[in-house]
């Protein structure tokens, strides 16, 4: 069936670190592929998007590209911030598929000053 | 323009008891989805209402129903609580069709079943 599969955390850094998020997808249909942030207590954003293969999407210094070919969707970021702090889901959404969001398990970033 | 917007933001009912959870989703979209993300969990699929229509739900019991109505908004039923529905129930919308490339999600409605 479709399944996203993330990288356990807790991942903790220090700040100006660089991130690596792993990502991977089953290979079913065509989906958009999405990573959402959770800061505490709070609900989830949409941080960035690709919808096709080799799309990068990217916001707020982020970065994820869809690789068809490994069926991957790594997040990263060149320097992290205290303020990254959050939890961060990949995603994966095909409306000829069920038409729901399909959720990785989330992945808790803790950055230290 | 306004967001996916759900109320309440809080709320605490008796085991037992029952609750409506209301979700109102960005002008234009006409897919709403629920999630329930419990304590320590990931995120979990509860229903996708689409134009009116129930189109999917996920693995959970029938006590969890919901409606959506013609302008789109919707609600999220729970009877017979149990302490273990505990949980923050999300809200989404996305544009249907081949246009639903993604979802928005509200805030959130934190339920605590005692």
């Known amino acids: 069936g479709n399944s996203v599969t993330q990288m356990e955390g807790p991942v903790t850094l220090s700040e100006e670190a660089f991130l690596t998020i792993n990502c991977t997808y089953t290979?079913?249909?065509?989906?958009?592929l999405f990573w959402y942030v959770q800061y505490p207590g709070e609900g989830l954003q949409l941080l960035l998007k690709a919808t096709k293969a080799d799309d990068k999407g990217s916001n707020k210094g982020f970065e994820a590209t869809y690789r068809k070919e490994t069926t991957s969707f790594h997040l990263e970021k060149g320097s992290v911030q205290v303020s990254d702090s959050a939890v961060y889901f990949c995603?994966?959404?095909?409306?000829?598929?069920?038409?729901?969001?399909?959720f990785g398990q989330g992945t808790e970033l803790s950055v230290k000053p | 323009e306004a967001g996916v917007t759900q109320s309440p933001t809080h709320l605490i009912k008796t085991r037992g008891q029952q609750v409506t959870l209301r979700c109102s989703p960005i002008?234009?979209?006409?897919?709403v989805y629920w999630y329930q993300q419990a304590l320590g969990l990931g995120l979990q699929f509860l229903l996708w209402y689409d134009e009116g229509e129930e189109r999917n739900r996920g693995n959970f019991p029938p006590r969890f129903s919901g409606r959506q109505f013609p302008n789109y908004s919707s609600e999220l039923n729970v009877n017979a609580l149990e302490l273990e529905d505990s949980a923050l129930y999300l809200c989404?919308?996305?544009?249907?069709?081949?246009?639903?490339?993604?979802?928005?999600f509200g805030q959130g409605t934190r339920l605590t079943v005692v």
């Open positions: 989404a919308s996305s544009l249907t069709g081949q246009g639903a490339t993604e979802a928005f």
């Open positions: 995603a994966r959404f095909d409306y000829n598929q069920g038409g729901k969001l399909i």
């Open positions: 290979a079913t249909g065509y989906p958009s």
């Open positions: 002008s234009g979209h006409t897919s």
